[in-house]
C-alpha cells in the first residue's frame, strides 16, 4: 500500500479523535531501507497526528531472513526479544528523538504506546524491563509504577503449570521466567 495513504489517513483520523485514540506504528525499521534522515524526518511529522509513536525494528525471524537474502552478516546470536533493531539506528532515532524535539511521545512496545495514549498504566507489565522504560514519558512511568503488583509465586506456578511449563518458575523484578513455553502461551 502507498504510504502517503497511510499517512494522510493518521492525520484525518487524528483531526477527529474525540472518542478514539491514534498511535503510529513505525515498524519494521530497517537500517539502510527505511532509516534514512528523510524518513525520521518524515516520522516525526507524524508523530504530531498521532497520541504515541511505536517504534521497533523486525521480528527475529524477519530480520534472519531479510539479511540472509540480501547476503549480509546477521547482527545477533540470539536475543531475547522478539522485535529487535540494531543498537546503532534505535540510537540514531533516540537521539533525532531528543536533539529536534517537537516529537510526540515515544514507545518501544506496542502496548506502552497504547497503554499511554489511553491513560492507562502498560496491560503487558513492561514496566519491570527498565531500559524499555527509559525513552517514556514521566508520567506514564510513574502511573505503570503505581499498578505494578508483583504476582504471588504459587499462583503463577500453577498458572504456568497449567499452560505446560516445565522446570523451576520464578518471578523477580523484572518478570516471570519459565521454562518449556511458546511464546504466546508465555
Not at 39 to 61: I, N, P
Given at each position: ?34 532509516d534514512s ?75 506502552c504506546g ?73
Amino acid at each position: 500500500m502507498d504510504s502517503k495513504i497511510a499517512a494522510e489517513s493518521l492525520r484525518t483520523l487524528y483531526e477527529h479523535a474525540e472518542r478514539y485514540r491514534t498511535v503510529l506504528y513505525w515498524r519494521p525499521i530497517v537500517p539502510g531501507l527505511n532509516d534514512s534522515d528523510a524518513d525520521l524526518a518524515r516520522a516525526r511529522e507524524l508523530s504530531k497526528h498521532a497520541h504515541a509513536t511505536v517504534f521497533t525494528g523486525l521480528f527475529r525471524d524477519e530480520i534472519a531472513s531479510y539479511y540472509e537474502a540480501h547476503g549480509l552478516t546477521i547482527p545477533y546470536a540470539e536475543t531475547a526479544r522478539r522485535k529487535i533493531m540494531p543498537e546503532v539506528a534505535e540510537r540514531r532515532i533516540l537521539d533525532a528523538f531528543e536533539r529536534e524535539g517537537s516529537w510526540g511521545a515515544l514507545f518501544r512496545k506496542t502496548s506502552c504506546g497504547v497503554a499511554y495514549a489511553h491513560g492507562e498504566p502498560d496491560y503487558n507489565g513492561h514496566y519491570g524491563v527498565r531500559e524499555l522504560c527509559e525513552i517514556c514519558q514521566s508520567e506514564q512511568v510513574a502511573m505503570c509504577h503505581a499498578a505494578w503488583v508483583k504476582p504471588d509465586l504459587v499462583n503463577v506456578t500453577r498458572e504456568a503449570r497449567g499452560l505446560g511449563a516445565t522446570g523451576p518458575v520464578e518471578v523477580n523484578h523484572r518478570a516471570i521466567v519459565v521454562e518449556g513455553l511458546d511464546e504466546p502461551p508465555r
